[in-house]
């Protein structure tokens, strides 16, 4: 069965800190891993797209990595910010899935206090 | 460019009624996909429309319905409403829909039912 799992479930670090997201799937044949960040009351937001060849990719502060062979993938965010309380999903892609093009997990809610 | 336009942002209904929710992708666009959020499940692929055709289907019951006109506007309609049918309901384009495009998330329609 496909899955995403993500972990934590949610996160609270102090502004200007650094933290780890981390997704694992399950999601075969792969055709590509996605970050989104939804704010609340907001539509989810693409960070970042990552096809199998690609092991890290950078957004500004936030840098995703991903390991096709053990099926992981994390997102880091540096300095962190007021601005970065959101969720964060991790989305893969797999091909020719029949009914499910993209599978999601869960989100990992993530709150930067002062 | 405009962005994924929602509408309503809220709707409050009640058991037996039915519902219809608007979406206008992105111009240029013609992939759109609509998402049923909740917070105990997540993301949820409810279906995807090309070119006035639907092309993929999640695992929802039959109560759900869309269509796409030839502008790519689309429509979601929900019939006999539940009281499980309470969540975000999301829509989402990109240019055709294949695997490696970011997809464009409006804000999403909040749907309560009482």
């Known amino acids: 069965k496909n899955q995403v799992e993500q972990s934590p479930q949610s996160l609270i670090i102090l502004e200007g800190k650094n933290c780890t997201l981390q997704c694992n799937y399950t999601v075969s044949p792969f055709s590509n891993l996605r970050w989104y960040k939804q704010d609340t009351g907001r539509g989810p937001v693409s960070l970042t797209i990552m096809t199998f060849s690609e092991n890290t990719k950078s957004n500004g502060r936030y840098t995703a990595t991903l390991d096709a062979d053990t099926k992981q993938s994390s997102l880091h965010i540096t300095a962190s910010q007021l601005s970065d309380s959101a969720s964060y999903i991790c989305v893969v892609s797999a091909w020719n899935s029949g009914n499910t093009p993209l599978v999601f997990g869960k989100g990992t809610r993530l709150s930067v206090i002062a | 460019k405009a962005g994924v336009t929602q509408t309503p942002r809220y709707l409050i209904k009640t058991r037996g009624q039915q519902v219809t929710l608007s979406c206008s992708p992105i111009?240029?666009?013609?992939?759109v996909s609509w998402y049923q959020q909740t917070p105990g499940q997540g993301l949820q692929f409810l279906f995807e429309y090309f070119s006035e055709t639907q092309r993929n289907k999640g695992n929802f019951p039959g109560r759900f319905s869309g269509r796409q006109f030839s502008n790519s506007r689309s429509e979601m309609n929900v019939s006999t409403l539940e009281l499980g049918d309470s969540a975000l309901y999301l829509c989402?384009?990109?240019?055709?829909?294949?695997?490696?495009?970011?997809?464009?998330f409006g804000d999403g329609t909040r749907l309560s039912i009482l």
């Open positions: 989402a384009s990109s240019l055709d829909g294949e695997s490696n495009q970011p997809q464009h």
């Open positions: 111009s240029g666009h013609r992939s």
